[in-house]
């Protein structure tokens, strides 16, 4: 018995692969993807410190996995609603307002962050 299994190791990477496929379709991750890169665009611009750019790298972690996490759980109550239990909308709207919670978080933190590089821009313009 090996420890480690390259092709179950590889197996793993193509359904990973797949599950972004199948994320790729949802509009919110594609508008989360473009704030994503959006911001990793003014990390590289304005070279941020590393702490600055990870707690950046952080949030838009948190909130695209979120973000994954609320399909899956809206693609399961779709299976299940309405007729296993009513509550199955009020889990989907909680997802939902968990990954808004988490969006907000991320603005107020990129806020913070780049407060200062785009008030010296603007100053010294």
């Known amino acids: 018995m090996t420890i480690f299994n390259l092709k179950k ?7 990973a692969g797949r599950g972004f496929k199948c994320v790729l379709k949802e509009q919110n991750f594609r508008v ?27 949030m838009i972690i948190l909130v695209l ?14 299976i299940l609603e309405p007729r296993v239990h009513p509550h199955a909308k009020t889990v989907k709207d909680m997802m939902a307002a968990a990954v808004l919670i988490a969006s907000i978080g991320a603005a ?14 603007i100053y010294n313009f």
């Open 32 to 58: 989360q993807i473009l704030f994503s890169i959006i911001v990793v665009f003014l990390i590289l611009f304005f070279g941020l410190k590393v702490w600055e750019a990870a707690a950046l790298a952080m």
């Open 9 to 15: 190791f590889a197996r793993s990477f193509s359904y």
């Open 65 to 78: 996995v979120l973000e994954i996490i609320n399909s899956i759980f809206e693609r399961i109550m779709d």
């Open 108 to 121: 107020f933190v990129g806020i913070v962050i780049f407060w200062p590089y785009f008030s010296n821009v």
